[in-house]
């Protein structure tokens, strides 16, 4: 179920474009949002009294700072004095203004789902809404269950990496199952600290796999914006939290990865296309990580992704791009540091089985008109019309465009639209989907192809 490209070449055209990465990654945190006081919170530990008696829990190294976007971050550890494994730790916290006056009250969990007997795990509130003077806080645990199964030990994570493109840090590494039992990974969280062991940044995973077989290994990525507290990211340290517990043996459904392909478009943006196909007979949701890898196999960045359709029709094949258009882009360093585009060397693509499932989602086609072209050295966009041409209403109607070569029909690029509204009957909605393709793509030497579907409830 994973596609290695181990021998693939570095990244095509890696370097193309880097002069045109945006600059203003390296602007200082400004003195404003520096100006947090922090008081030392309360840790007043609230469980259901089935399990109170059981339970020793306590809150710690709690620290509060704003980030370049102004975001206030609360952040502590939450520690089990207990003798039994927990799970579904809630922390409440409350924001009071200079004259005590509580102004946000927020709820947040741990970075993990379990945590083991005398262990600890971070927790991150992160509080959007400007607030007048917030001069204190206040944390408390209010739920704690026993965990009845048993955690898997696996050994810590390897090879960590911490970069920093001047507005976020980036923490890098692999999860290795070196047990003979498969896992089901709950969370992985990092817990950074400065050179004199403060507690600065703490943060659940952006991305990481899900399962594990024995002997298998996934990337993680874990960014968190810049605490202003940090002078010389050298100096930092970083204490990887993760949440491994046993698993039964999945059987993977027949679902497979084609051969991939890599490129950077116009926008300095890496792309990695492929395919995922369903052999089945079911339909199947599907998740894709991948890891990109330093020649010393170092983890330089991860990223995943759903297809562009929610469930895979039996016998259909569904392309996707691990940096679609936009926000769609799950890159970290690979999408602000030009120094992680020069390092990458190899990738390694996985079907995350935890969200790999049948459903019971239906698709049904839909019908395609008006389509045009236009093409750009930087990208192709496409426009037309979705058209219900069913007899029932559908959900969630979606456009998926391939672009292969036309003599070899290699996948190059791959791009979509999803709407949120439902179409009835012989109804229809426009679509503009651009693709941001290898930068002087020849129009002449490609095949595109469409997927027009909506669901059916």
């Known amino acids: 179920m994973t596609v290695s490209a181990l021998k693939t070449p570095l990244f095509a055209l890696l370097m193309l474009a880097l002069a045109t990465l945006a600059c203003n990654f390296n602007q200082p945190t400004s003195d404003a949002s520096q100006k947090v006081m922090v008081l030392e919170p309360t840790a007043d530990v609230q469980v259901d ?203 993977p459904y027949n679902v497979n990865l084609t051969p991939l392909s890599s490129y950077v478009d116009a926008q300095n943006d890496v792309h990695i296309v492929g395919n995922v196909v369903n052999n089945s007979d079911e339909f199947i949701t599907v998740r894709v990580v991948a890891g990109v890898y330093d020649e010393n196999s170092n983890v330089i960045d991860a990223a995943m992704t759903d297809t562009a359709l929610y469930a895979i029709p039996p016998g259909e094949s569904i392309p996707y791009d691990l940096c679609g258009a936009g926000t769609l882009c799950s890159w970290g360093p690979l999408r602000a540091l030009d120094d992680a585009k020069a390092k990458a060397a190899n990738y390694l693509v996985q079907l995350d089985q935890t969200f790999t499932w049948a459903t019971d989602v239906q698709l049904t086609s839909l019908q395609v008109v008006d389509s045009s072209q236009e093409y750009t050295p930087e990208a192709a966009i496409f426009k037309g019309q979705l058209i219900n041409n069913t007899n029932v209403a559908v959900e969630t109607p979606t456009v998926v465009i391939a672009i292969r070569h036309a003599e070899t029909g290699a996948l190059l690029s791959t791009g979509f639209q999803r709407f949120s509204q439902t179409l009835g009957v012989n109804e229809g909605v426009d679509y503009e989907v651009r693709i941001q393709w290898q930068p002087n793509t020849d129009p002449n030497n490609i095949d595109y192809s469409f997927i027009a579907r909506g669901e059916v409830r």
């Open 49 to 251: 009294t089935s399990v109170s008696q059981q339970l020793t829990l306590g809150i710690n190294e709690v620290y509060a700072y704003k980030d370049s976007q102004d975001l206030l971050h609360i952040i502590g550890l939450i520690s089990n004095d207990s003798e039994v494994t927990i799970r579904d730790v809630e922390v409440e916290i409350e924001v009071f203004d200079t004259n005590n006056n509580i102004i946000h009250t927020g709820n947040t969990t741990s970075g993990v789902t379990h945590i083991t007997p005398q262990g600890t795990a971070p927790f991150e509130l992160i509080v959007a809404d400007p607030l007048v003077n917030p001069s204190s806080f206040a944390a408390r645990i209010t739920n704690a269950n026993v965990l009845e199964g048993y955690p898997a030990g696996l050994n810590q994570p390897q090879g960590i990496v911490i970069v920093e493109d001047g507005r976020n840090l980036h923490i890098t590494g692999e999860i290795y199952n070196n047990t003979v039992r498969p896992v089901r990974l709950h969370g992985v969280a990092v817990a950074i600290r400065s050179a004199d062991g403060q507690l600065v940044a703490a943060s659940p995973a952006d991305v990481s796999i899900g399962y594990l077989r024995s002997a298998e290994k996934g990337p993680f990525r874990i960014t968190v914006p810049m605490p202003p507290a940090i002078a010389d990211v050298s100096a930092l340290s970083a204490q990887i939290y993760y949440d491994a517990e046993v698993s039964e043996v999945n059987q």
